[in-house]
């Protein structure tokens, strides 16, 4: 049986497998920013931010359908947790608050659409 198991047999070097599965390599960087844009919402708010350059969370709420305050809001700190959203709080009354995507999501938004272009290109 152990005859079979050719995986066994190819010679890889200690390093190049790190590269992709040791801590620091490929699949935990992969894995990190699909936990980032993991979640119901967070995808349509940051193409909705993609389109607007900052909006207001009615703004938000006219724009996505079916969505609530409460997930519209914890979508919305985690985005800004990872460093994806900027909150702009303005200071005034009544509030005023405005989200806009930070340097890091607007760099991340080529990967979406590239994302976006392969679903369109396999299905």
Known sequence: MNEAITHFKVPVERETRDVCL???????????????????????????????????????????????????????????????????DFGEQPPRVEYSLSNAGRGLMPVLMSMREFSRDHS
Do not use: N, Y
């Open 22 to 88: 040791g801590p620091d390599g490929s699949v935990a960087h992969v894995v990190k920013v699909l936990r980032m844009i993991t979640g119901r919402w967070k995808l349509p708010i940051l193409f909705r931010l993609f389109a607007e350059p900052s909006m207001r969370t009615s703004e938000f709420m006219r724009e996505i359908p079916g969505i609530s305050q409460k997930m519209l809001t914890q979508h919305l700190r985690e985005l800004e947790h990872d460093g994806l959203v900027t909150r702009r």
